[in-house]
């Protein structure tokens, strides 16, 4: 049931909001540059790597020595906007309907993390990730990283449609209240260091 309830709502939404998606892409090429789409490859089930889709929220900006600045200079006011209102979550709808995620689930991060996880966070990838999740529905971006883990791992361990329902409703008045868009004091979300390690420093990996 959930798979084709993913498959049923993500065609349905791609075609619905087509003009959408395709007025963003202009905005985004206009705004930002090119490329439109921020592709990144991630763990998904089992931790087999996809690549995930989302339009760019930040630019290229890069400093004398070549590197790219931080987020909170390369990310515009467009970016946030965007980010904001989950619009450049959009284009993950693709992947949900490719099979590689499912609307709710735990979030895909980035591949670095994986030798970091203890064994009970790895428990997140026994399930496809999702565009949302219990995680992002208590807090997104201003829990920190074990409160976080711990929300995808009860997930994993409760899930059923029901609460995948719930967590589809609470994900939308979350998107109309903008809330817990990054954490405290930072752009997007601190970079994870390793269980036990703090919030530690950088950049999420997004663009």
């Given at each position: 049931?959930?798979?084709?309830?993913?498959?049923?709502?993500?065609?349905?939404?791609?075609i619905a909001f087509?003009p959408?998606?395709?007025?963003l892409?202009?905005?985004?090429r206009?705004r930002?540059?090119?490329?439109?789409?921020f592709?990144q490859?991630?763990?998904?089930?089992d931790?087999?790597?996809?690549r995930?889709?989302?339009f760019r929220?930040?630019?290229?900006?890069r400093?004398a020595d070549g590197?790219?600045?931080?987020?909170?200079?390369r990310?515009?006011?467009f970016?946030?906007f965007?980010r904001?209102?989950?619009?450049?979550?959009l284009?993950?709808?693709?992947n949900?309907?490719?099979?590689e995620m499912s609307l709710?689930?735990?979030?895909?991060l980035?591949?670095?993390y994986?030798?970091?996880?203890s064994p009970e966070q790895?428990?997140?990838?026994?399930?496809?990730?999702?565009?949302?999740?219990w995680?992002?529905?208590?807090g997104?971006?201003?829990?920190?990283w074990?409160?976080?883990?711990?929300y995808?791992?009860?997930?994993?361990d409760n899930?059923?449609?029901?609460?995948?329902?719930?967590?589809?409703?609470?994900t939308v008045?979350?998107?109309?209240q903008?809330?817990?868009?990054s954490?405290?004091?930072?752009a997007?979300?601190p970079r994870?260091?390793?269980?036990g390690?703090?919030?530690?420093n950088?950049?999420d990996?997004?663009r």
């Amino acid at each position: 049931m959930k798979r084709l309830f993913d498959i049923a709502i993500s065609a349905s939404v791609l075609i619905a909001f087509s003009p959408v998606l395709a007025s963003l892409a202009v905005l985004v090429r206009w705004r930002l540059g090119s490329p439109v789409f921020f592709a990144q490859l991630r763990p998904g089930k089992d931790a087999r790597p996809f690549r995930m889709l989302k339009f760019r929220t930040m630019l290229d900006a890069r400093g004398a020595d070549g590197e790219l600045l931080p987020d909170a200079e390369r990310l515009t006011p467009f970016g946030r906007f965007l980010r904001s209102t989950s619009l450049d979550e959009l284009p993950e709808l693709w992947n949900v309907l490719k099979g590689e995620m499912s609307l709710v689930g735990p979030r895909p991060l980035l591949m670095e993390y994986l030798p970091l996880y203890s064994p009970e966070q790895a428990r997140r990838h026994d399930v496809r990730p999702g565009l949302t999740g219990w995680a992002q529905v208590n807090g997104r971006n201003a829990l920190s990283w074990e409160q976080k883990f711990a929300y995808d791992v009860w997930y994993v361990d409760n899930r059923n449609f029901w609460l995948d329902l719930k967590i589809l409703a609470l994900t939308v008045r979350g998107v109309l209240q903008r809330s817990g868009i990054s954490a405290d004091g930072e752009a997007t979300m601190p970079r994870f260091a390793g269980s036990g390690s703090g919030s530690g420093n950088g950049p999420d990996g997004r663009r």
